[in-house]
């Protein structure tokens, strides 16, 4: 999960600099080690696949050029950099949780 965080942070700091075509490709690397992290918990995966798809849609235009595939590469790095952080403050509230309880 590191490189697939790694690559969408890279990659959202190269559509920031709108290096289009170099964000997109690293969106799709990430996508890929995302899936391959987890292609076991089906629940997680549907959930980053569902919310790509919905920030696709609702941040990027839609069309079938080399643009638009880009921005679905960017969708994905979007998608990881929020789930890893969700994850990580998710995990944070449980550890403190577990230490107030003890």
Known sequence: ?????????LSLVLYHDTFLSAAGVLGYVAGIFFLVTYREK???????CIAAAIITLMYFSWDFSFE????IGIAWSMTITAFVVILTLVSLVMKIKEKLTK
């Open 1 to 9: 999960m590191k490189y697939a965080f790694i690559l969408s942070i």
């Open 42 to 48: 089906s629940s997680i995966l549907a959930i980053g």
């Open 68 to 71: 638009g595939y880009m921005h």
